[in-house]
């Protein structure tokens, strides 16, 4: 019964020529668990007691949206939104509370236009088919994003969003010009509509605390023909120390065409543990202008590399949408301020090689990060930072014990680089989303208790995603774990 009461809520709300119940999955159809599982992300979250969504919407047009949120309101009931699944978390398909879970992967258009340098893209796009659609139309253009092809738009572009090109260009977030959003009430609002307050929540604040984002419009950068790559590889016997340690002096603020990562990742060599540094750059530029032993190649090929797929494969598999390389997982952030010294990062390698498993990644800041206020945009880590930290457990072995094993990896390499990384607060990228940092408690979101990881990830701006919050949605509507809190909701 309360299937069919569901139902016929969501027709009399969906004006389309496509039923929205074709695209609806209650658990007793079929197709539920492979629509639930196919654009989950993280194993951690697809077993069976993993709490699941009572059941799925999949619009294919504005009005589905419209109809799911009015609809969740009627009956009382939390909305998750999910365009591409990969918040680390599960935050966009798992909750405590019983939820519907609104699906945007068949709303995926993503249509360039090169003389206006810019592209409509829907929030079910992911990044690769973005990519993909830029090249197809210019090979001096490209869009300051990740570097994981299978990123989905929606979540990526509310949550700040950062690759190879932002100490060129920025983030994500820094290059959209306009969106399309329903909000709690199912109103369709583009950037005038919404008003300046609400468009600059969404460019970083995380969209699920303020409406379904179906589309944004985004700015293109130019990229010249030829770009040039490297990647190379050195063990602590090969002079790895030294060469971190000079990277922290040099990376936030060398040419801003080049961006260096580093991987720090520990290795067992001649039978012996150590940390192996992999160094993966791309230079806005050709060889010559950098240094010899490079590759040059296009921006897209560009893509390519820095995803590790081969030299010479095609593009197309920028239009996969699912990867095989699922894993059981868990991430979490910091930023660095002062270099960190050698004698500490010694400490570092050697705490690494104790733990085993905690991967750690160095994404150099500077450049026009630096540039842009960090009040432009709610995320905050812009100028003094020389490069952000992700620290990354990744497991094959199931059940709850490996769970928590990692776990409690990855919290200590946390716990030990607490001298090291930035304070008060101690902040964090809201696109790698980490429940340890704190949670809303169900049903409610008190400004105390979500200002705790609030901070972390928003530092002074999240007082006003507050008040956007407060102002667009005052009934606390769009709530989840990670929420902003309404001022007139929470208790
Ligand atoms: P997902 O659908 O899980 O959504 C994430 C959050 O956004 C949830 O809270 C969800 O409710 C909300 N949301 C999603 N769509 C919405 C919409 N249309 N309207 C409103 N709210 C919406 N990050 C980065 O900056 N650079 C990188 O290179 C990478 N690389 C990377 C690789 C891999 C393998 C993973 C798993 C993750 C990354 N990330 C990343 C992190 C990534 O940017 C982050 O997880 C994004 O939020 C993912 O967006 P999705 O739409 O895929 O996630």
């Known amino acids: 019964p309360i299937q069919e009461t569901f139902l016929q809520c969501l027709s009399t709300h969906s004006l389309t020529s496509t039923p929205i119940s074709e695209v609806t999955y209650f ?3 079929p197709n539920y668990l492979s629509v639930l599982n196919s654009y989950i992300r993280n194993l951690v979250f697809t077993s069976p007691t993993t709490p699941k969504p009572l059941f799925i919407v999949t619009p294919t047009h504005v009005s589905h949206i419209r109809a799911s949120i009015i609809c969740s309101k009627i009956h009382g009931l939390e909305v998750r939104i999910r365009s591409g699944g990969h918040d680390y978390d599960g935050l966009s398909y798992v909750s405590a509370v019983p939820f519907i879970m609104v699906d945007l992967f068949n709303m995926r258009s993503v249509s360039v236009d ?12 992911t990044l690769g088919e973005v990519y993909y659609r830029i090249a197809e139309k210019s090979k001096t253009y490209g869009y300051p994003a990740g570097v994981c092809p299978t990123v989905g738009v929606g979540g990526h572009l509310s949550g700040g969003g950062y690759g190879n090109l932002m100490r060129k260009h920025g983030l994500s977030v820094d290059n959209i010009v306009d969106a399309v959003l329903v909000d709690a009430n199912g109103n369709v609002l583009d950037r005038e509509a919404m008003g300046e307050d609400l468009f600059w929540a969404i460019r970083g604040g995380g969209g699920a605390s303020f409406g379904i984002i179906v589309s944004w419009k985004i700015k293109l950068v130019q990229v010249p023909e030829v770009v040039t790559v490297f990647r190379v590889e050195r063990t602590l016997e090969e002079g790895a120390s030294d060469i971190v340690y000079q990277w922290q002096h040099v990376a936030n603020k060398i040419d801003e065409d080049l961006f260096i990562r580093v991987v720090l990742n520990p290795v067992t060599r001649k039978g012996q543990v150590t940390i192996k540094a992999k160094f993966n750059a791309l230079f806005l530029g050709n060889a010559q202008r950098l240094v010899s032993d490079c590759k040059e190649m296009s921006w897209i090929e560009s893509v390519l590399f820095w995803s590790n797929y081969q030299i010479g494969t095609s593009t197309d598999v920028l239009l996969e949408r699912h990867s095989t390389k699922e894993k059981y997982l868990k991430r979490k952030s910091d930023y660095v301020q002062e270099p960190i010294s050698k004698t500490d990062l010694e400490g570092i390698w050697k705490k690494m090689i104790q733990l085993r498993k905690p991967v750690l990644t160095f994404n150099p800041y500077g ?3 630096s540039e842009i206020s960090e009040l432009d945009t709610p995320f905050p880590h812009r ?3 020389i490069y952000k930290i992700q620290y990354a457990a990744s497991w094959k072995e199931e059940g709850a014990e490996a769970v928590d094993h990692n776990l409690d990896l990855i919290r200590k390499l946390y716990d030990y680089m607490t001298p090291f ?5 101690r902040c964090s990228y809201l696109n790698y989303r980490d429940i340890d940092l704190g949670i ?3 049903g409610n ?3 105390e208790q979500a200002s705790g990881w609030g901070t972390k990830y928003f530092k002074g701006n999240f007082d006003r995603l507050v ?3 407060t102002m667009v949605d005052p009934g606390n509507f769009f709530r989840y774990e990670q929420s902003i809190p309404s001022l007139e909701a929470s208790s």
């Open 27 to 29: 658990p007793n159809n």
């Open 114 to 125: 090169i003389e206006d340098e810019s592209a409509w893209v829907e929030s079910g796009a």
């Open 367 to 369: 450049g026009k990060m």
């Open 383 to 385: 100028s003094g930072n």
């Open 421 to 425: 990384v930035s304070k008060s607060p």
């Open 440 to 442: 809303n408690e169900i």
């Open 445 to 447: 979101a008190s400004y």
């Open 467 to 469: 008040q956007v919050k």
